[in-house]
Nanobody, 120 residues
Framework: QVHVVESGGGLVQPGGSLRLSCTAS????????MGWYRQAPTKQHELVAS???????NYADSVKGRFTISRDSAKNTVYLQMNTLKPEDTALYYC??????????????WGRGTQVTVSS
């Protein structure tokens, strides 16, 4: 089983920055893609940013130019650098990892989330 753990959330003022980290751990697996999603109260779960094993990235329109996703493949870790944060970025941020086990079969694992609150 692949476990995903997020860290780095917190309270920040509008215009501030935060860096989220997410690490996938387990044994005998290969990651294809990792991504960050978020869900705010009364809003739908949405993709924030994702990155594949060849470095291709994808961002929600609402975060383009402000957020940057990056990865350390050797550590099975992705980061989300969030700049110029806005109150509407307040949400529970979840990390997702997708890939395959060496023994065969896919996995699609989620972390428990880390809270980001943007408020003055």
């Amino acid at each position: 089983q692949v476990h995903v753990v997020e860290s780095g959330g917190g309270l920040v003022q509008p215009g501030g920055s935060l860096r989220l980290s997410c690490t996938a751990s387990g044994s005998s697996f290969s990651i294809y893609a990792m991504g960050w999603y978020r869900q705010a109260p009364t809003k739908q779960h949405e993709l924030v940013a994702s990155i594949t094993n060849d470095g291709s990235t994808n961002y929600a329109d609402s975060v383009k130019g402000r957020f940057t996703i990056s990865r350390d493949s050797a550590k099975n870790t992705v980061y989300l650098q969030m700049n110029t944060l806005k109150p509407e970025d307040t949400a529970l941020y979840y990390c997702n990892a997708q890939g395959t086990y060496y023994s065969g079969g896919p996995f699609d694992s989620w972390g428990r989330g880390t809270q980001v609150t943007v408020s003055s």
